[in-house]
């Protein structure tokens, strides 16, 4: 079916009331969408979707009645005024009238509006005077900007005239107030995706770089210069013919993204969500062949969204340049190339980057000159044509660029503003092959909230952080960095510390092979060579330690500072660990990983002070936490006696684990509990919250005696409440008393929000285990993003000592999984002392210490036993989150 004979099937629609035929017409335009798709251009599509929309409301308001009603008009506004319309996109109307409208008239539109609705089209409407829709236009920019692109459908063409010469009038918004406002907004809705177009589920509309960008260019134009034609921005001197002819094509390019992805969710979808790829991938002629073919997609996206953020830059700063600034311009010299223009650094002739060599030459000035805000628009536009011009080969592989690098990197203040030029410009990807591998580079996991370069810019700007005399977060990264003798060693760690992903293999120790080629060729020295090459090679290990290990087991911090081997690559370690995490995403750094970080940290760095001698570490944190502990209780007036009673059946780790204020917590409720709760029933159990006893977050204390299935129903009740496990230490006393320690975070990493919140928790787990049975019934479900990624389950066992076996497990962090976990384990008579929960993104990766009925290690023929009903558990979830 063709555009022509949708727009007859509308027009020979005979009454208003056949709602089935109105219906039926839709559908056809919705299966010509479709099957026109990738054969017929996008930007017929768009257009001719509006088209189809405009014959049919026209032949609607003529059915009833309504083109016969003086002083009334029916206007397209916002993207369909434009005559633009994607697949499911809002359709906006202004009915607009000379003056207040008759009852009867009111009924009739309200009956057009109510059959809008009722044939399913996506309306936004208002119905109003000129009069009130110019006194909305100037007390709301989102009212003005719709009208910029308002047009006459059908109705009182002088009405509508009317309307358009007072909107454009002196006493309507100014131009220059309208720009700002824009430009106001523009900076918010950009702050909303964290200042960067690199998301891993971008919205191809609102994301920096995206088709709102492009349409704030032409709301500007339109209501500044009256210009309804991007082209003719080119005679206004701020387009040049191959930017104008660019932009459009990035336009064209988004808007089949769009498309496509409206035509995969089957609604007004702007958000390219994980679930959604592969199919906009398929659409997009991008094959079938999974990940492969998503990455291709959003490779060129990214690319594409950049191009459209630095023309969208360079025209929205003249426009603010031209329309605020009137004229004037405070200008600086800074050397016989630059000059700041009211603090915007600009060239002072044609061609300033001659040469690669130039590039970096520029970004010495911008790091010189602390005073840069941003680049104008002559700057931006040379180095974008630059860029091309010398893209046949990579700077590195010039020696003049590779001194220049170097110095660059070793300037104290080139991280701060003149890197971002170098990452946000694509100067980086063009000095080095390998960065250029990872621009847009996907991460195909809930984990990331951003593609790799992206990351990686991220983490340096989080090591430069710690340089500023403004860095009050985190003062001990302050103090290592302040005193490096050769900050570059951080730096280059941190740009190649991900640089070889996506390449198969351990990115980890690819990256070291780069890095130390890197260099090799800028002629750093073997020692800083290999200590780079040993920080990338090891950027992983201590997040590792810190949250999959017992950091409290000697053996453990021996293990980890022996591969440390000195206090230097502990400082650097540590500083690049704090960098990575907090540049995975936003909600991933908390109180508690901080907490664990700072632990090993600090264990480590008294284990090299005593040549890893770490028993005696460790037996002086016994000693030290015992004293300080009973200070505590010494001032709460508990009984010594009974102090020393209950001391006396724990062992000396449980001392090492807890600091002192939780030792003395532990100490007085168990007391406490012994003696009330206990005393009336021996085989209840003291359940108590407390959101200060620990620094990371909610503990949640159990004691009294064991009970199968204990930590099965604790675990499954804490995620039924949406909150998470991070780490349980279960210590069973000499007498066969059980002693829970459970950290608990909100499911977003976050303390839990309210003493309401925990007391809540506190009670239902409380209502649980006075219950007769061992299973708690977990309605939580599966979350959306999470359905569409595949995480296989892996089992691992590593036999620590003669009383112990750690089990590592990796799965889909689904609700319900530690629940049936701890149901294994009862089921094979393993006994859990000490589990530490890590969720990385959609995956468990979990560390699980136990020992069989005896107190000793599994036997092979019980980690085969236990591996199989773990899986077979699992498999049952999986079931129970598909249904």
């Known amino acids: 079916m063709s555009l022509e004979r949708l727009i007859e099937q509308a027009e020979d629609i005979t009454s208003a009331q056949d709602i089935a035929g109105i ?113 909305l236009a100037k007390e709301d920019i989102t009212i003005a900007t719709n009208l910029v692109e308002s047009r ?98 990035c336009r064209m390019h988004l808007w089949k993204m769009r498309f496509a ?49 630095e023309l969208n830059k360079m025209l929205l700063q003249r426009f603010k340049y031209d329309m605020l600034n009137q004229g004037i311009k405070h200008e600086m010299p800074v050397d016989e190339k630059f000059q700041l223009t009211d603090g915007m650094i600009s060239p002072l002739s044609q061609n300033v980057f001659d040469t690669p060599e130039a590039i970096l030459d520029f970004l010495k000035v911008v790091a010189d000159t602390p005073s840069v805000e941003g680049l104008d628009t002559d700057t931006i536009r040379q180095l974008r044509n630059a860029r091309r011009r010398f893209e046949n080969s990579y700077y590195v592989e010039r020696p003049a660029c590779r001194e220049r690098l170097m110095a660059l990197f070793r300037h104290p203040h080139f991280f701060d503003f003149a890197w971002d030029i170098m990452h946000e410009y694509g100067i980086i990807e063009s000095y080095l092959p390998e960065w250029d591998n990872i621009v847009g580079m996907m991460q195909f996991d809930l984990f990331h909230a951003y593609t790799v370069d992206e990351h990686t810019h991220r983490v340096v700007k989080n090591v430069n952080h710690y340089f500023q005399p403004e860095n009050i977060e985190f003062p001990r990264c302050g103090r290592i960095v302040r005193h490096l003798d050769k900050p570059e060693i951080i730096y280059i760690a941190a740009v190649f510390h991900d640089i070889a992903k996506g390449r198969g293999g351990d990115h980890s120790e690819l990256g070291a092979v780069d890095v130390a080629k890197f260099g090799n060729q800028h002629g750093l020295s073997e020692a800083d060579t290999g200590l780079i090459t040993w920080l990338v090679e090891n950027h992983l290990l201590m997040s590792v330690v810190a949250q999959r290990r017992d950091i409290y087991d000697p053996d453990v911090i021996n293990e980890f500072a022996t591969v440390v081997r000195s206090h230097t690559h502990l400082n650097l370690l540590y500083v690049l660990t704090l960098a990575d995490i907090r540049a995975t995403n936003d909600n991933l750094w908390n109180d508690w990983k901080s907490s664990l970080l700072r632990e090993l940290y600090l264990m480590t760095q ?198 112990s076996t750690l089990i590592e497990l990796e799965a889909l962090d689904a609700p319900g999984i530690l629940a049936k976990i701890g149901h294994a384990f009862v089921d094979e008579q393993a006994v859990l002392k000490l589990a530490k929960i890590a969720t990385i993104g959609e995956r468990a990766e979990d560390i699980f210490i136990v020992s069989n009925d005896a107190g000793k290690a599994l036997t092979h023929e019980q980690q085969v036993s236990l591996k199989k009903r773990i899986l077979f558990k699992l498999d049952q979830l999986e079931d129970i989150n598909i249904s």
Request: charged share 30%.
């Open 606 to 803: 008294k284990a090299l002070d005593n040549g890893l001698q770490c028993q005696v570490t460790m037996d002086e944190r016994v000693k030290e936490h015992k004293q300080t502990a009973k200070l505590i209780l010494d001032a709460q007036g508990i009984s010594e006696e009974k102090v020393k009673t209950l001391w006396h059946r724990l062992e000396d780790d449980y001392f090492a684990r807890f600091k002192p204020a939780q030792i003395a917590w532990h100490t007085k409720e168990i007391l406490e509990g012994t003696s009330t709760v206990l005393q009336d029933n021996p085989d209840a159990l003291v359940v108590k919250a407390n959101d200060n006893s620990a620094k990371g977050g909610t503990e949640i204390l159990i004691y009294g005696r064991d009970r199968k299935a204990l930590f099965a129903q604790v675990a499954s009740v804490i995620d039924s409440r949406n909150c998470s496990i991070h780490d349980a230490h279960v210590t069973v006393t000499r007498d066969g008393y059980v002693f829970d320690s459970i950290l608990v975070l909100e499911n977003d990493g976050s303390r839990l929000n309210s003493e309401n919140r925990t007391r809540s928790l506190e009670q239902a787990i409380v209502e649980q285990l006075a219950k007769p049975g061992r299973s708690h019934d977990n309605k939580r479900k599966l979350p959306r993003q999470m359905r569409q990624l595949d995480v296989p389950t892996k089992v691992r066992f590593f036999t620590l000592n003669e009383d």
């Open 261 to 309: 992805l409206h035509l995969t969710a089957g609604r007004s979808e702007n958000r390219l969500l994980f679930d959604y790829q592969p199919d906009v991938a398929k659409r997009m002629g991008y094959g079938a062949d999974g990940k492969s073919s998503v990455e291709k997609m959003m490779r060129d996206f990214f690319r594409i969204i950049r191009r459209v953020s």
């Open 23 to 135: 219906k039926q017409c839709i559908a056809n335009s919705y299966q010509w969408l479709a099957s026109s798709f990738g054969s017929v251009a996008v930007s017929q599509l768009v257009l001719g979707r509006a088209k189809f929309i405009d014959a049919l409301l026209s032949h609607i308001w003529q059915l009833m009645n309504l083109d016969t009603v003086p002083g009334l008009a029916l206007c397209p506004v916002g993207g369909y005024g434009r005559g633009h319309l994607q697949p499911y996109s809002d359709i906006d109307l202004l009915i607009v009238s000379k003056k207040p409208l008759d009852k009867p008239t009111q009924e009739k539109i309200g009956q057009f509006i109510t059959l809008l609705w009722d044939i399913k089209l996506d309306v936004g409407q208002s119905v109003r005077t000129v009069k009130e829709t110019l006194q």
């Open 152 to 249: 006459l459908l059908i109705g009182d063409q002088a009405v509508f005239e009317e309307l358009w010469e007072k909107l454009n009038s002196k006493k309507a918004v100014s131009s220059k107030d309208f720009f700002k406002a824009k430009y106001d907004e523009q900076k918010a809705r950009h702050a909303k995706f964290n200042g960067t177009a690199y998301n891993l589920e971008p919205n191809i509309k609102e994301n920096p770089g995206g088709l709102r960008d492009i349409q704030s260019i032409g709301w500007v134009a339109k209501k500044h210069f009256k210009e309804y034609d991007g082209f003719n921005l080119v005679g206004h001197g701020y387009f040049t013919e191959e930017e104008h002819g660019e932009l459009i094509a």
